[in-house]
């Protein structure tokens, strides 16, 4: 296995290894990469190559087009919203190019931990 191949299969064990959702967007809102849980919740709504926007509505586009600019101002991981249905908080995460310019994003969430109990892992419901 080539250096860039064996980099590549860490990098995606790694990400698939992250028990939170992680979907990552260039600028045009395309799914570059969905991690082994975003697959498992959301793959009946987007994939790979597709829409960002055939899980969300304008509302969504436009709040995005602000964190990115928010982004190329220089803002890096930016908080969006505590969702309280999910009990998550969310986060947009601006992704640069070597060179610091904004090449895409992804939103990164978070479950609540207990402060009685710090070390209990991360369970999301269906996903094993």
């Known amino acids: 296995m ?3 191949l064996e980099r590549l299969t860490l990098l995606e064990a790694i990400l ?11 600028r045009s809102h395309t799914v570059r990469y969905m991690n ?3 697959r498992a919740r959301y793959s ?3 994939s790979v190559r597709g829409s960002l926007f055939n899980c969300h509505n304008e509302s969504s586009r436009a709040k995005i087009e602000r964190f990115l600019e928010r982004a190329d101002a220089g803002e890096g991981e930016m908080f969006e919203v505590l969702n309280k249905a999910t009990g998550e908080r969310e986060f947009f995460v601006p992704v640069r190019d070597p060179e610091g310019r904004v090449i895409g994003y992804f939103e990164r969430h978070e479950n ?3 402060p009685d109990d710090p070390a209990q892992p991360v369970k999301i419901p269906g996903i094993k």
């Open 112 to 114: 609540y931990w207990s």
């Open 36 to 38: 082994r849980v975003a």
């Open 44 to 46: 009946a709504f987007i």
């Open 2 to 4: 080539n250096e860039l």
């Open 16 to 26: 698939d290894a992250y028990p939170y959702e992680i979907v990552c967007c260039d």
